[in-house]
């Protein structure tokens, strides 16, 4: 009997020890469940992180593109160098074609400023030349009559109508005129 109590209160025991296993086993999932009904939903956060992360991964692939990642210093260096190069043709075709318009303009300031000295040129000397002929004209005017009176014969009385002509009178008048006048000035 000993023998079948040992093993009812070890049976008992052992129905009681799984209970037991069982009670808390059932209270830990029953608490799990509600355990994991209190935990928030971070579903929305994780598309948002998930979203962020591929954004950061397509920049990070465009920088692990970039020339300056790519590159090293001396092809960076040669690269800036054939860039500057360029620039500067670009800027020497530039500025000689400024050049050149500068020269054709600085050309036509040029001819229209010497024409405008020939016209000026051109009115001094029509200026001297007119001068010139009045001057001659005087000049012929006061000695040719004089000189073409005296060629001709005597007997056309040129240098004495001459005379007549240039005191305004007739000719007796002007004789006697100026045999009086040469009279008074031959006495002392």
């Known amino acids: 009997m000993t023998d079948t109590i040992d093993t009812e209160v070890t049976t008992a025991q052992a129905f009681e020890a799984v209970r037991h296993e069982l009670s808390l086993l059932h ?18 956060a994780l598309d948002g992180i998930d979203r962020r992360l591929g954004h950061v991964a397509g920049r990070l692939a465009a920088v692990e593109q970039a020339p300056a990642i790519v590159l090293t210093p ?10 500057a190069e360029a620039v500067r043709v670009e800027d020497r075709r530039m500025l000689d074609t400024a050049r050149a318009a500068l020269d054709r303009s600085a050309g036509q300031i040029e001819s229209v400023v010497k024409r405008g000295q020939a016209a000026d040129q051109q009115i001094e000397r029509q200026f001297w030349c007119v001068a010139g002929g009045v001057l001659a004209g005087i000049f012929l005017w ?8 005296r060629s001709l014969p005597a007997s056309w009385h040129v240098p004495e109508w001459m005379a007549a002509r240039t005191m305004n009178m007739e000719q007796e008048a002007a004789g006697q005129r100026m045999i009086a006048t040469a009279q008074k000035s031959e006495r002392p």
């Open 74 to 83: 001396t092809e960076i260096g040669q690269h800036i160098n054939r860039a």
């Open 27 to 44: 209270n830990a999932v029953a608490n799990l469940t509600a355990a994991r009904e209190r935990i928030p939903d971070h579903t929305a």
């Open 142 to 149: 006061a000695v040719l009559p004089g000189a073409v009176a």
